[in-house]
Antibody, heavy 117, light 110 residues
Framework: QVQVVQSGAEVKKPGASVKVSCKAS????????MHWVRQAPGQGLEWMGW????????NYAQRFHGRVTMTIDTYISTAYMELSSLRSDDTAVYYC??????????WGQGTLVTVSS | QSVVTQPPSASGTPGQRVTISCSGS????????IYWYRRLPGTAPKLLIH???QRSSGVPDRFSGSKSGTSASLAISGLQSEDEADYYC???????????FGGGTKLTVL
């Protein structure tokens, strides 16, 4: 069965970077983009971008351009999302989810990133 | 502010039928499938409706989806207390080359 498992919670200071991992199993890893979506406290779901595991190509949401980097390690079926220059409003739960569209059947369990001085 | 708009809240009493609307544009809802997700506190979103009106596996037939032009709606009939949650619509956006989510609707069962 499909499983998507993310790394654990992180606490970071403003200005620092965070890197979240997302290990997938149970399907052909290169067949689906890996998307990253976040939800800040009291806010809605916000799409951050996707990475194509087959080519390594990426597409980032405009508001994260220059701060987010998505990478892939196909040998261990793991995707990574690194967000730099963290601010307090980056405090959120970050999810990864594989899909070629807006159809997300499977999600990681979420990774809470807290940005606090 | 999301490019896809939902009412921030909706409510109903047990047994009632409620609808949640979702309004977008020609680059997203108008040209691609609409999806509906439910999110309970502390959990990942769960797919309820895919491809405009198809229920995901295990979703009761009290849930139905529809789409017309650049708008869509989710209807929940026979409202139950366990339906209290946040509901999100989503669609692929051809301009962004990525999915867009509505701002979410908090459903309260009175």
């Amino acid at each position: 069965q499909v499983q998507v498992v993310q790394s654990g919670a992180e606490v970071k200071k403003p200005g620092a970077s965070v890197k979240v991992s997302c290990k997938a199993s149970g399907y052909t890893f290169t067949a689906f983009y890996m998307h990253w979506v976040r939800q800040a406290p009291g806010q809605g779901l916000e799409w951050m971008g996707w990475i194509n595991p087959e080519s390594g190509g990426t597409n980032y949401a405009q508001r994260f351009h220059g701060r987010v980097t998505m990478t892939i390690d196909t040998y261990i079926s793991t995707a990574y999302m690194e967000l730099s220059s963290l601010r307090s409003d980056d405090t959120a739960v970050y999810y990864c989810a594989p899909s070629l569209t807006a159809h997300f059947d499977y999600w990681g369990q979420g990774t809470l990133v807290t940005v606090s001085s | 502010q999301s490019v896809v708009t939902q009412p921030p809240s909706a409510s109903g009493t047990p047994g009632q039928r409620v609808t949640i609307s979702c309004s977008g544009s020609s680059s997203n809802i108008g040209s691609n499938y609409i999806y509906w997700y439910r999110r309970l506190p502390g959990t990942a979103p769960k797919l309820l409706i895919h491809s405009n009106n198809q229920r995901s596996s295990g979703v009761p037939d009290r849930f139905s989806g529809s789409k017309s032009g650049t708008s869509a709606s989710l209807a929940i009939s026979g409202l139950q207390s366990e339906d209290e949650a946040d509901y999100y619509c989503a669609a692929w956006d051809d301009s962004l080359n990525g999915p867009v989510f509505g701002g979410g609707t908090k459903l309260t069962v009175l």
